[in-house]
């Protein structure tokens, strides 16, 4: 299966001296399994939930809500507190805003249950990471016990430069400017969706975020 061969990739990298990078917001619910079962590094990415909005937003990416249902294991392990809504959603869609403000939540509750079993594991938030790019990838290399070599710090400083624009593409590399895009929601979003979003996940947001995370360019 993939975690099957997802952990044979990854002892070949070892083998060659390489650490394999797993990257998808579905890995989310998996991580306490591939942890545990594969010994994997975690390493955590919170995001504003406006920003996160604004994504989709932009994208206008909908999201079949059955696929959870479908799923009892996920349901009972991590969105039974959704499960009403889900059933909800599932029915009718949504808006676009109250579909996110939903995803949202369920991440990040997921994120708050990981906090309180897994604290060693790395948690950043993605605008930290967006103000400070060689001080937070320095600590998460250094908290994986990676090499920050003078050649990392050129790649981190050359995709998150001022000097390539938010939207720029360069030998098929999105580089992005990383302070620039840091309130691109304020942009996507109108002050109502803003108060809407901020209201609908400040149940878990006050984890994360406080009232001038929420002011914005």
């Known amino acids: 299966g993939p975690a099957i061969s997802a952990w044979l990739r990854s002892m070949a990298h070892r083998f060659a001296g390489r650490r394999p990078l797993l990257k998808a917001n579905s890995a989310l619910f998996s991580a306490s399994y591939l ?4 010994n994997m590094d975690v390493v955590v990415l919170i995001r504003h939930p406006a920003a996160f909005a604004g994504s989709i937003k932009a994208a206008d990416h909908r999201t079949p809500f059955e696929s959870f249902l479908n799923q009892p294991a996920l349901m009972r392990e991590h969105l039974s507190p ?16 109250d579909e996110a403000i939903l995803l949202w939540r369920i991440f990040h509750l997921v994120i ?4 309180h079993y897994y604290p060693n594991w790395i948690y950043v938030r993605h605008e930290d990471l967006s103000r400070d790019p060689l001080t937070g990838f320095s600590r998460i290399y250094r908290a994986l016990g990676l090499d920050f070599s003078p050649v990392i710090q050129r790649q981190v400083e050359e995709h998150s430069s001022s000097r390539h624009a938010a939207t720029g593409r360069n030998d098929n590399t999105i580089r992005r400017n990383s302070m620039a895009n840091l309130y691109t929601w304020s942009r996507r979003l109108t002050d109502t969706e803003i108060l809407r979003i901020k209201e609908g996940t400040e149940d878990f947001s006050y984890h994360f975020y406080n009232e001038g995370d929420w002011l914005h360019a």
């Open 35 to 38: 942890h545990k079962q594969f």
């Open 82 to 97: 959704f499960d009403a809504t889900l059933h909800k959603y599932a029915m009718a869609q949504p808006d676009i805003i």
């Open 112 to 115: 708050m249950r990981y906090l």
